[in-house]
């Protein structure tokens, strides 16, 4: 599952990213969803930043994703970007004040195994 969606997501990249601005109602709605839910302070990491999309306007500037054409991306938007997975996180506990998981719950295989049944 895992290497599926790592091989769409390279491949798609550019078209995911663009469909944030094609749907930018949805997508500014999620972020202020989002960021409601936010502690006001401190720092914190996305898991899946893909592209960046929901990191940079949350002020998030450290992100996790495994697919190496969403993380240039990322990169070019200013988040440091680890090329790594949510089951192996490059990062000692307690390194950050909170996580989010905005859409990256969709491709774990753990979590889509659990929604499954």
């Known amino acids: 599952m895992r290497d599926i969606n790592v091989r769409v997501c390279e491949q798609h990249a550019q078209e995911y990213d663009a469909w ?3 749907h930018a109602c949805a997508y500014e709605s999620e972020v202020l969803a989002v960021r409601s839910l936010l502690p006001r302070v401190g720092t914190g990491l996305e898991v899946g930043v893909g592209t960046g999309r929901f990191a940079l306007p949350l002020g998030i500037t450290v992100g996790v994703e495994p697919t190496h054409a969403m993380a240039s991306i990322a990169r070019q938007r200013g988040i ?3 090329e790594s997975s949510a ?5 000692a506990n ?4 909170f996580v989010v998981m905005v859409t990256r719950y969709a491709f774990s295989p753990v979590l ?3 929604f499954r049944k």
């Open 80 to 82: 440091e970007v680890y």
């Open 112 to 114: 889509y195994k659990h």
């Open 20 to 22: 944030f601005e094609v």
């Open 87 to 91: 089951e192996e996180l490059p990062f």
């Open 94 to 97: 307690e390194s950050f004040d």
